[in-house]
């Protein structure tokens, strides 16, 4: 019913107490027999940064690390605890490319699963839109191996490894010009 890589299949002890008695009672709860504690999987935050060079072509990223070596991704990534998506957002850039974002604007959210490390995180994916004041003194950094920029109609979404950028930027194509 549920993937070998979904909570209900991987999580078996209790992270309160370490007990086995911790049976999923529901697709996305876990209750322990033992110490009564309630676990519930839930939607990770993360971003994605959509900028664009002057020529209105989209930045897309390399992944350096696992999940999805070496495919192609837009810059971003989750959100640290009591950070705000904007937040988050600017500092990944910063991590990723060495740049100051000047210019931040919500575009729309997606869902997604994350796998890492054989465990599916449930992820809900916030795309803004971003401006700089300049692209030339970025440099691939972190878990960025290199970056290049796309027009949005030879993008191959099948080269993009999860759902929600495919989404994101069906939802670009979609709205071009109204951004």
């Not at 697709?27 to 676990?39: E, Q």
């Not at 839930?42 to 495919?71: C, Q």
């Not at 890492?116 to 691939?140: Q, R």
């Amino acid at each position: 019913m549920y993937s070998n890589t979904h909570p209900v299949n991987v999580l078996k002890y209790c992270p309160r107490c370490g007990s086995a008695h911790f049976p999923a009672t529901g697709s996305r709860s876990f209750k322990c027999d033992d110490c009564s504690f309630n676990y519930f999987v839930n939607s990770s935050a993360a971003v994605a940064v959509l900028l664009f060079n002057d020529k209105g072509e989209l930045l897309l990223t390399r992944r350096a690390i696992e999940p999805h070596f070496g495919k192609q991704d837009l810059p971003g990534g989750f959100i640290d605890p009591m950070e705000t998506g904007e937040q988050a957002a600017v500092r990944e850039i910063q991590e990723e490319l060495g740049i100051e974002i000047n210019s931040l604007q919500y575009f729309c959210s997606f869902p997604n699963e994350y796998i890492f490390s054989g465990y599916s995180v449930f992820t809900l994916d916030l795309a803004f839109l971003a401006k700089t004041d300049s692209l030339l003194k970025m440099i691939a950094m972190d878990d960025v191996s290199s970056f290049e920029f796309h027009k949005l109609q030879d993008i191959d979404l099948e080269k993009l490894p999860s759902i929600s950028m495919k989404n994101i930027i069906k939802e670009l194509i979609q709205r071009e010009g109204t951004y």
